[in-house]
């Protein structure tokens, strides 16, 4: 399959429930002229407290190196996650563009805000699962659903995210996610910009929002630790949201190599300037 560009966020590598081996059958199947990663693809966070950094998420980044050298033009806009990275802003590192925000053009001439999504944060209440505690209840949930999905995998049913299913359920999960819409299509619609693409709440939307006088396009990415999709711009620069559903052969090393200690890189959860190199090594 062929794109003239594919959006890709909330990647997560390196945290504990992440996707690796399905991110790495989209890249072998998936083609693009230009590919625009959209914030949390390296998950420092969760590397900060459990170094966990299997062959797979390797395999990741060399395949998306890779692809820019073999001309693709790839646009990394960093996440909280990542946001380690944004200190690279304006630099290119190995054909990939460190960028705090974008501005797409679609083939349809478009004109698309590309941003991760936590810069709403503040301005949205209530995130629960998005704050630094929440995130270890978030991920605890995301094991859980790891054993579902391994069991419903053996037994060849469809993959099927369990914490989706719990966050989508709640009010205030509904809420939360309506008010960041909303604050992201309006940031659009302010800048003049006739859409939206962001990541960051690990839910994949593609539609039109009003925001004062202006309709503006909303499109998430959605995620790779839950959901698998991707936002891709066909050659007429039509817009669509694709689940990746492959289910490939989860290596054999999955949960079995034995993780850091938190404390050997940094007390509270806090990035130091040691772990940020050590990512900053990662990106490059
Ligand atoms: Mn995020």
Redesign the pocket.
């Known amino acids: 399959m062929r794109y003239r560009t594919v959006f890709l966020s909330?990647l997560h590598l390196g945290m504990r429930g992440a996707q690796a081996h399905r991110v790495l059958s989209f890249l072998r199947h998936v083609d693009a002229e230009r590919w625009v990663l959209v914030?949390?693809i390296v998950d420092g966070w969760a590397l900060a407290r459990t170094w966990h950094w299997p062959q797979a998420a390797n395999d990741v980044v060399q395949k998306l190196l890779r692809k820019a050298r073999k001309g693709a033009e790839v646009i990394y806009v960093p996440?909280?996650?990542d946001a380690a990275a944004r200190q690279f802003a304006g630099l290119a590192f190995g054909g990939v563009d460190v960028r705090r925000q974008w501005l797409h053009r679609t083939a349809d001439g478009r004109r698309l805000l590309v941003l991760?999504?936590?810069e709403f944060d503040g301005m949205v209440a209530l995130a629960p699962w998005l704050s630094r505690v929440g995130a270890r209840a978030y991920a605890l949930s995301l094991r859980l659903g790891a054993a579902v999905t391994a069991v419903r995998e053996r037994l060849g049913m469809p993959y099927w995210s369990l914490a989706g299913a719990l966050k989508d359920r709640t009010k205030k999960a509904v809420q939360y996610i309506a008010g960041f819409e909303e604050a992201v299509a309006q940031r659009a619609a302010a800048v003049g910009a006739d859409g939206v693409v962001c990541?960051?709440i690990h839910r994949a939307e593609l539609r039109a929002i009003a925001a004062g006088e202006r309709t503006v396009l909303y499109a998430n990415c959605g995620d790779w630790v839950e959901s698998c999709t991707a936002l891709v711009e066909h050659t007429d620069g039509r817009l669509e949201i694709v689940r990746w559903t492959d289910v490939p052969d989860a290596p054999a090393e999955a949960d079995d190599d034995a993780p850091f200690e938190a404390d050997a890189v940094g007390g509270d959860g806090a990035a130091s300037p040691a772990d940020l190199a050590d990512l900053a090594g990662l990106l490059r």
């Open positions: 909330d914030g949390d996440g909280n996650h991760h999504g936590d990541g960051h």
